[in-house]
């Protein structure tokens, strides 16, 4: 597969490397010594969100790349094959394993490497910047609990009256495409949930919830809340 892949994109890389030829070792060594660690310290907060949206983009293509390459090349499936998986009703254990795989690493091109390179650009120890260094508070723990338990009833309603919801006629192209998107979503979650043993269970507990979760938070509350955040002040002391 790897040796398919490289002889049909041959063209592409050696056109790849020639653009690189006009950076000799003396260009290399300059770059090199670019401060390129702290550059964004000072910038206004829009800039820093169009910075850090280009990083999310070019992270991700570049990791889903990385992901259905190494799928290839470790269960001798192709894009095609995981595909398949979602329309049939046979199981394919390649395919399936690829789609577990090609799940993780764009979970980690899509939340984490786009976060600690943004940090590391503002001069900052991503493990502080991105509140990696919390502790675990018991208290909040049994409250967020408690809170999940209690709001149960109002995200069951929320669920409901979302699924009862109908876009005008004008809208039906897109409305079909959610609705296949959600029924894609649900069918992969359910083909993770499928567990033979322990180890499958803690992969599935894993790739559905630990790292979404924390991804999520590092994304949202590490970054994009700040940089809001920034921008709010900056809105305020004009007013």
């Not at 398919?4 to 063209?11: G, K, P, V, W, Y």
């Not at 992270?59 to 499936?77: D, E």
């Not at 508070?137 to 999940?148: D, R, S």
């Not at 359910?190 to 180890?199: D, T, Y």
Request: hydrophobic fraction near 55%; include cysteine; charged fraction near 10%.
């Amino acid at each position: 597969m790897l040796s398919i892949f490289l002889r049909n994109n041959t063209q592409f890389f050696c056109y790849f490397f020639l653009t690189l030829q006009p950076f000799s070792n003396v260009n290399l060594q300059k770059f090199s010594k670019m401060n390129l660690f702290g550059s964004l310290a000072d910038k206004h907060p829009f800039f820093k969100f169009i910075i850090f949206g280009l990083l999310l983009l070019t992270s991700s293509v570049l990791f889903s790349f990385i992901a259905v390459l190494l799928s290839s090349m470790i269960f001798g499936v192709d894009i095609l094959s995981i595909s398949n998986i979602l329309s049939s009703s046979s199981n394919n254990p390649g395919a399936l394993n690829a789609m577990k795989l090609i799940q993780v690493i764009n979970a980690v091109g899509i939340f984490f490497v786009p976060a600690i390179l943004y940090s590391l650009i503002l001069g900052q120890n991503p493990k502080n910047f991105l509140m990696l260094n919390f502790k675990f508070n018991t208290i909040l723990i049994i409250l967020t609990a408690a809170l999940v338990w209690i709001s149960s009833p109002f995200i069951e309603w929320v669920l409901t009256f979302n699924q009862s919801v109908t876009l005008p006629d004008w809208l039906s192209s897109f409305e079909q495409w959610m609705k296949d998107k959600e029924e894609q979503a649900k069918k992969i979650t359910m083909l993770f949930l499928q567990m033979n043993s322990v180890i499958d269970f803690l992969l599935a507990l894993i790739i559905v919830a630990v790292i979404p979760a924390i991804g999520e938070e590092i994304l949202f509350r590490g970054i994009l809340l700040k940089v809001f955040h920034e921008w709010s002040k900056i809105s305020e002391s004009f007013l």
